[in-house]
């Protein structure tokens, strides 16, 4: 039906269940789903190779793999994700270049940051899974006027604004 706007909108909750919620509402809701479980994939760069991870604390989990290892290694970016998508995410990336030639070890991987960075944002579009927010660190390079620009934005099911 054109021109008539929709009065309600469905949302799957974290425990899997499905609820009818009034569209003013959906922001707020979606903030709140989020909010339960705010998780963040990230790459980080150690030598030749990136690591594809998530934590829920992206500066920790830098210092911990710094402290196992012996080389630096940078938090190049991360994105905020609701958990259950950054695990899905992370895990649909692992399973399908497992085995290839760009595939270290683990969760290790022979690209540089960019490729990485690139790898799960593809990855993210494919599964057609949302980000709230994202950090680059100021040493990755990244196309001018790219900022959050390609993010899709929950709230309106469009390209986030701005």
């Given at each position: 039906m054109v021109g008539r706007k929709r009065k309600s909108m469905a949302l799957r909750e974290p425990n899997g269940r499905v609820s009818r919620i009034k569209s003013?509402?959906?922001p707020l809701r979606d903030v709140d789903v989020f909010l339960s479980d705010p998780t963040a994939i990230y790459v980080t760069e150690c030598g030749p190779m990136v690591k594809i991870?998530?934590?829920r604390?992206?500066?920790?989990?830098s210092i911990e793999l710094q402290t196992a290892n012996g080389q630096d290694v940078r938090l190049a970016w991360?994105?905020?994700?609701?958990?259950?998508?950054?695990r899905a995410l992370e895990?649909?990336?692992h399973d399908q270049h497992r085995g290839s030639t760009c595939h270290a070890r683990g969760e290790w991987y022979y690209l540089n940051l960019e490729a990485g960075i690139d790898l799960v944002e593809r990855k993210t579009r494919e599964l057609g899974l949302y980000a709230?927010?994202?950090k680059y660190s100021a040493f990755v390079e990244r196309p001018i006027g790219s900022h959050r620009n390609h993010l899709a934005n929950p709230f309106t099911g469009g390209l986030a604004r701005g």
């Amino acid at each position: 039906m054109v021109g008539r706007k929709r009065k309600s909108m469905a949302l799957r909750e974290p425990n899997g269940r499905v609820s009818r919620i009034k569209s003013d509402d959906a922001p707020l809701r979606d903030v709140d789903v989020f909010l339960s479980d705010p998780t963040a994939i990230y790459v980080t760069e150690c030598g030749p190779m990136v690591k594809i991870g998530v934590t829920r604390d992206p500066s920790r989990r830098s210092i911990e793999l710094q402290t196992a290892n012996g080389q630096d290694v940078r938090l190049a970016w991360y994105r905020w994700m609701h958990g259950k998508d950054a695990r899905a995410l992370e895990k649909a990336i692992h399973d399908q270049h497992r085995g290839s030639t760009c595939h270290a070890r683990g969760e290790w991987y022979y690209l540089n940051l960019e490729a990485g960075i690139d790898l799960v944002e593809r990855k993210t579009r494919e599964l057609g899974l949302y980000a709230v927010w994202e950090k680059y660190s100021a040493f990755v390079e990244r196309p001018i006027g790219s900022h959050r620009n390609h993010l899709a934005n929950p709230f309106t099911g469009g390209l986030a604004r701005g």
